[in-house]
C-alpha cells in the first residue's frame, strides 16, 4: 500500500535520472501517512526515528532526492531558518537513504510476498513465515541442481529418529527404531545450556517408543516438531531423544555417524537465537518492518519497471547492515559441536531473534532484502579474512561455512580452481603452493572450531570427526588425531598451530590426543606457521606409530631436527643455554634446580614464546627448529619457526610438545648462541 505522495513518487520521477522534490509538507504528516499504512513512509519514518539524530520539528519539511540507479536520499528542513550563532549551524542536516534495487524473484516468491503483506504475521512461526519456509524448500528441490545432486533419493534414516506425524497431525510424536528404512528426515541443531533437555536413557527407551508427549518436550524441541509438519516431513533426528545418552558405546557409535546424518537430511532446523533447549525457535516480530516493499515506476519512455525498495538496516547483506543489532553474536554459534552440523547440512533453516533465513548449496532467502542472493556473491561480499573478523557476526561464519561446503564437502560436478588463501590477508598469489591450501583451509577450520565452547573438553576429537570423515574421500587424504597424516608434507602442516595467549590462565592439557596435536590443549589454537609464505620444512619426518579411536587417540612422531637447549625460569622467562655437559648423543630432558652460569636471555617481544601449558619453575626446554618462511607484513623478514618441547625422561630422547615459538633467522642463526645440533627425537 501507498500513500497518494508516493504513488506520484513513482509515477512523476525516473530512477534512472536526478530528481528533487518536494515528499511531505511537514514529518507530522509523514508520522500521519506511516499509521494509516503507507509502505514506504512507514520505512523512511522508521529509519528516522531508529538513528540518533538531533532534534527534529515536526513541522521540518521532507524532501527527496533521487540518486541516479541507487534509490533516495530523504532530508528533513527546519522551515525556520537558523539565527547566527546557532549551534545547528554548519552540521549536516539528517538524511534517511532508501535503496532502489531490481531483484529478479522466483515467480513463487512473489506470489508469496504478495500474499504476506495482506497477512498476519507477528511471529517466526506464524503461518505466513510457515509458508515462506516451505515455500523456499520447494524452491531449492525443484530448481537447484547442485543441491538434488548432494542429496539425490531417500537416504537411509538414522538408527533412531523421532515420528512426527504428517501435517496438522494431533497425534503424540515417538521414537521409531528405523532398522535400516528409507526416508527424508530433518535435523535439529540447538544450544542444550546449562539444563539437561529431555533425554532417552536405558530405562525410558521403551516408554519413549510409545509416545514422547509433546507437553513433556522443551520448547525448542515442540517448536522443531511443529516446523517439521508444516513442511511435511514425518521425520526428525534430535540428538538428545534419538541417542541412548547413558550407554556410552551407543553413544560412540552414534556420534561417529553424525556427519552422517547432517549430510543426509533434508535440512537441518537451527534454533538461532536460543541458548537452551527452553528458549524455543520462534520469536515475536512484525514480519512486514524490515521486508522491502515493492515498487512501480514509469519512465519517460513510458516504460514500466518493477523495483524494491529498503533501507541499509532492512538488509541482511554484511556490507550494508554491518552494525546492525539483528546480528549480534548468536548463542548457537558458540558451540563447538555445532560446527560440523553447519558445516555438514545440505540445507539448513535458521530461526533467530527477529526472522528466519535459508542457506543452501546454491542460494541464500532471508526475509529482509535482498530477499535472495547467490552463494558464490554471498562468499565474496561477506566472507572476512583473518586480518578484518567480524568478531561474532553469523554471516561472516556462515560465508566461511559455505565456501567449506562447496570446496570441499559438496563440490560441482566440476571442482572449483579458485585459489583463496591469498585472500587471507597474509598471502600474495606466489607465496605458497596450491597443494598447501587443503591444509591452510583445514587450519582456518580448526581455529574457528577451537574458538567455540565446548562442555566436554573430552569430546574435541569425536565433535570435529564428522568433518574430517566428510572431507577424506573428496580430497584422497588420511586423518588422524586432528592433523592429515598421509605424508610427511601433510604432518608437518598439520604441526604449525600455536595455542591463543590466555588472559588469565594458560590452558589445560588433555590426554585425548598427542601433545603434538592442536587437540591436547584445552583453549584455542592458531596456524602462524600457515602464515609464513615460501614455507620451507626444516625438519625431517622419520616415523609416526599412531593407534587410538576417534574418541582417544595415542602416536609416537620420530622426527629429525636441529635443537637448542634453553632454560625456563618460569613461564615467561626463557633463556638459550650452553649444551648440557653429560651430552653424548643422548638429550637430557630432565628439569634442573639450579640456574646454568652460561645464560642468553630471551626478549619475547622479538621472540614470542606461546605455551601450550604452565611449565612450573626451573625447567629445562628445547628449542625444535621446525619451518622457516617469509613474513610479508615485516618487510619480506625471514623468521624460523620452533617447537618448543621438554623431556620425558632422564637421558631419554622422548619428548613432548609444550609451546611453539618464532624467532628472526638472524638470530637463530646468529655466532653468538650456542650451536643448534641436529638429533633425532621422538614427541609423545
Known amino acids: 500500500m501507498l500513500c497518494a505522495k508516493c504513488q506520484t513518487l513513482c509515477s512523476s520521477i525516473d530512477p534512472h535520472q536526478d530528481n528533487d522534490f518536494v515528499h511531505h509538507e511537514t514529518v507530522e504528516e509523514l508520522c500521519t501517512s506511516s499509521i494509516w499504512g503507507c509502505h514506504l513512509c512507514k520505512m523512511i519514518y522508521r529509519a528516522f526515528k531508529e538513528k540518533p539524530y538531533e532534534s527534529i520539528s515536526l513541522s521540518s519539511k521532507v524532501t527527496i532526492k533521487t540518486r541516479q540507479d541507487s534509490g533516495i536520499e530523504v532530508s528533513f528542513v527546519d522551515p525556520v531558518p537558523k539565527s547566527a550563532g546557532d549551534p545547528r549551524n554548519g552540521k549536516k542536516s539528517s538524511v534517511v537513504y532508501v535503496i532502489f534495487q531490481r531483484i529478479d524473484l522466483p515467480r513463487r516468491f512473489k506470489s508469496m510476498l504478495q500474499l504476506s503483506e495482506i497477512s498476519h504475521d507477528p511471529n517466526t512461526g506464524s503461518e505466513a513465515a510457515c509458508r515462506l519456509a516451505a515455500t523456499w524448500l520447494e524452491e531449492c528441490l525443484e530448481t537447484h541442481k547442485r543441491c ?30 528405523t532398522s535400516g528404512q528409507m526416508g527424508k528426515y530433518l535435523t535439529l541443531s540447538h ?95 512484525d514480519g512486514l518492518k524490515n521486508r522491502p516493499s515493492e515498487l512501480g515506476f514509469t519512465d519517460i519512455n513510458g516504460s514500466s519497471r518493477q523495483l524494491y525498495a529498503y533501507t541499509n538496516t532492512m538488509s541482511f547483506e554484511l556490507a550494508r547492515s554491518s552494525l546492525s543489532d539483528s546480528y549480534k553474536p548468536s548463542p548457537l554459534y558458540d558451540r563447538a559441536w555445532v560446527f560440523q552440523e553447519q558445516a555438514l547440512s545440505p540445507r539448513t533453516l535458521t530461526y533467530a531473534r527477529d526472522r528466519l533465513s535459508w542457506r543452501c548449496q546454491e542460494m541464500l532467502f532471508d526475509e529482509r532484502a535482498p530477499l535472495i542472493k547467490s552463494v558464490e556473491d554471498f562468499i565474496i561480499k561477506d566472507k572476512t579474512t583473518n586480518i578484518a573478523r567480524r568478531g561474532g557476526d553469523p554471516r561472516s561464519t556462515d560465508a566461511t561455512i559455505a565456501e567449506l561446503q562447496r570446496k570441499w564437502i559438496f563440490p560441482g560436478p566440476i571442482p572449483n580452481p579458485s585459489r583463496s588463501v591469498a585472500n587471507t590477508g597474509y598471502h600474495a598469489k606466489c607465496c605458497y603452493l596450491p597443494e598447501d591450501e587443503f591444509f591452510v583451509e583445514w587450519g582456518n577450520v580448526v581455529r574457528d572450531y577451537t574458538q567455540r565452547g565446548m562442555t566436554y573438553q573430552s569430546d574435541k576429537l569425536i565433535a570435529i570427526q564428522g568433518i574430517a570423515d566428510a572431507l577424506a574421500p573428496m580430497v584422497s587424504r588420511t586423518y588422524f588425531a586432528g592433523i592429515w597424516v598421509e605424508s610427511t608434507k601433510s604432518i608437518f602442516m598439520g604441526l604449525l598451530w600455536s595455542s591463543m595467549r590466555q588472559k588469565l590462565k594458560l590452558s589445560q592439557r588433555l590426554d585425548i590426543a598427542p601433545s603434538w596435536s592442536w587437540a591436547s590443549t584445552e583453549g584455542a589454537v592458531i596456524w602462524p606457521g600457515h602464515w609464513l609464505c615460501r614455507l620451507e620444512s626444516r625438519i625431517q619426518i622419520l616415523e609416526l606409530k599412531r593407534s587410538g579411536t576417534a574418541v582417544k587417540a595415542t602416536a609416537e612422531l620420530i622426527i629429525e631436527a636441529d635443537l637448542r637447549p634453553a632454560f625456563a625460569e618460569d613461564s615467561q622467562v626463557f633463556a638459550v643455554i650452553n649444551w648440557p655437559e653429560e651430552h653424548t648423543g643422548e638429550i637430557s630432558g630432565q628439569s634442573t634446580n639450579a640456574p646454568p652460569r652460561s645464560r642468553w636471555p630471551l626478549d619475547r617481544r622479538e621472540i614470542p614464546v606461546s605455551l601450550d601449558e604452565n611449565l612450573g619453575s626451573n625447567v629445562r626446554v628445547w628449542f625444535a627448529e621446525l619451518a622457516a618462511g617469509e613474513v610479508h607484513t615485516q618487510a619480506n623478514r625471514k623468521d624460523v619457526h620452533c617447537l618448543v618441547l621438554v623431556g620425558c625422561g632422564e637421558n631419554s630422547s622422548t619428548f613432548r610438545r609444550v609451546g611453539y615459538s618464532m624467532w628472526k633467522e638472524s638470530i637463530w642463526a646468529s655466532s653468538e648462541l650456542p650451536e643448534a645440533r641436529k638429533m633425532t627425537l621422538a614427541i609423545l
Open 191 to 285: 544450544c542444550w545450556g546449562g539444563g539437561t533437555p529431555i533425554k532417552t536413557t536405558k530405562e525410558n527407551i521403551q516408554r519413549h517408543r510409545t509416545g514422547v508427549r509433546l507437553a513433556d518436550l522443551p520448547r525448542t524441541f515442540r517448536d522443531a516438531v511443529h516446523v517439521a509438519r508444516k513442511l511435511g516431513c514425518r521425520y526428525l533426528w534430535i540428538d538428545s531423544l534419538c541417542i541412548i545418552q547413558d550407554d556410552r558405546k551407543d553413544w560412540e557409535v552414534e556420534a561417529i555417524l553424525m556427519h552422517q546424518y547432517y549430510k543426509q537430511s533434508l535440512l537441518t532446523i537451527a534454533a538461532a537465537d536460543g541458548n537452551n533447549s527452553n528458549a524455543g525457535l520462534f520469536r515475536d516480530r
Open 148 to 177: 538434488l545432486a548432494s542429496t539425490s533419493g531417500d537416504p537411509p534414516l538414522p538408527h533412531r529418529v523421532i515420528d512426527v506425524g504428517l501435517i496438522d497431525d494431533l497425534a503424540e510424536p515417538y521414537l521409531l527404531e
